[in-house]
């Protein structure tokens, strides 16, 4: 390489390092916002979770305000709405124990869990709230009481064991580095928040949980009032507002375990990358052979592509950290396939070999450094 470079004219050598800066320039432009896009929703999503767990130093009231299209986002508006304290309400208080998670498929969009939960208050021993819970957004698929006892002193407490179906709608933008929410809202089915409270009491976890790719970093339990914008027809509420029910949630963080998954589902991309790369050090009048390489390779990242969306639901529809280093990696090798025909252009059209072999060498650094830091740059903001 330095050989040829140094026998280059001055004109020659302006033109390749203008061409290694517009070469940069454009990678490090697609790596500042494709990184900023993807720190900017792990960003949402720690603001969303820490929502969910009540985080200290999370602004709630913040996080309910208008976005920037003036919509309160979905998942704040249940910060603005509040029970009053006033009332004949029945306080409730609620717990749970995570036996374990049996199933979890982001792909499909559920997860299914065996869990204790235990309801204790004073008063009507009739209340029977264990009986007449819901689980929204879930399905209870069995539910047997174990253990129900009404003291002389006032004191009431059920304990039952749950086995359940929850749908959940992952957020799939930084698969396959991302965290996710598990979340378990329990409901009284039969009386809104005027009748009964609920009060959180705890969340334990059984150390036989075991979820394969993810570890969960956080637990906790809150309550939240659920608003509903519908009075079911209720005859009593004639001002046509809907029905505000205390909600208990219990709540699990999880996080990919670390980055072995990431390098699973890209693997084949990079090693495509790598064999577009070495075409650079084929002779460039060679020019079957050097087309070969990253022709191949090319059809190796698309296969790679499916692959690595096999692991997200069917209508995810979002452009997501997958789409990210897929469309890099793409494009990557389209470049060499590019840069091929300049290079024979330049070596058996224009017989300027010192420039041709002077290119190929300067392009494989150029465009692998490129690749190298975009490849890393990005997933590192998408994890945070």
């Avoid at 982001?106 to 009986?131: A, C, M, Q, R």
């Avoid at 809104?192 to 956080?218: E, L």
Wanted: aromatic share 14%.
């Amino acid at each position: 390489m330095f050989d040829s470079w140094h026998r280059l004219s001055r004109q020659d050598k302006f033109f390749l390092v203008k061409f290694v800066l517009a070469i940069f320039i454009f990678y490090s432009t697609i790596t500042y916002l494709s990184a900023s896009t993807m720190y900017k929703d792990m960003n949402d999503s720690r603001i969303r979770h820490a929502g969910k767990l009540r985080e200290a130093g999370v602004d709630l009231d913040k996080a309910a305000r208008a976005n920037s299209e003036g919509e309160v986002k979905w998942w704040a508006k249940d910060y603005a709405v509040q029970l009053s304290d006033d009332g004949d309400f029945t306080k409730v208080k609620v717990g749970v124990y995570i036996d374990d998670i049996e199933t979890l498929s982001v792909k499909e969009s559920f997860w299914n869990t065996h869990f204790y939960i235990w309801f204790t208050w004073h008063g009507d021993k009739t209340l029977d709230p264990g009986g007449k819970m819901v689980l929204v957004d879930g399905a209870i698929n069995k539910k047997d009481l174990l253990e129900e006892y009404h003291g002389d002193d006032g004191v009431n407490y059920q304990r039952y064991r749950i086995s359940a179906r929850i749908i959940k709608f992952f957020d799939t933008t930084r698969v396959p580095i991302e965290d996710h929410m598990l979340n378990i809202y329990v409901e009284d089915g039969f009386r809104d928040g005027n009748k009964v409270r609920y009060v959180a009491d705890s969340i334990k976890i059984s150390p036989r949980v075991q979820i394969p790719g993810f570890k969960i970093t956080k637990s906790a339990n809150v309550i939240q009032a659920h608003s509903y914008n519908s009075s079911y027809g209720d005859p009593r509420i004639t001002d046509g507002s809907g029905k505000i029910f205390s909600q208990y949630l219990a709540a699990m963080r999880i996080s990919r375990t670390d980055f072995g998954f990431y390098i699973e589902i890209f693997l084949s991309l990079f090693a495509a990358i790598l064999l577009a790369l070495f075409s650079f050090f084929i002779r460039p009048s060679d020019i079957g052979s050097r087309m070969s390489l990253p022709t191949g390779a090319y059809f190796g990242a698309v296969a790679n592509s499916y692959v690595a969306n096999g692991v997200l639901p069917p209508s995810a529809g979002e452009f997501g950290l997958v789409d990210h280093i897929t469309g890099i990696g793409l494009f990557t090798i389209a470049l060499t396939i590019c840069l091929a025909l300049a290079s024979y252009h330049f070596y058996v059209r224009k017989d300027e070999k010192d420039l041709s072999i002077a290119m190929d060498r300067l392009m494989v650094i150029t465009v692998g450094v490129s690749c190298i830091f975009a490849n890393i740059i990005i997933p590192f903001c998408a994890r945070g």
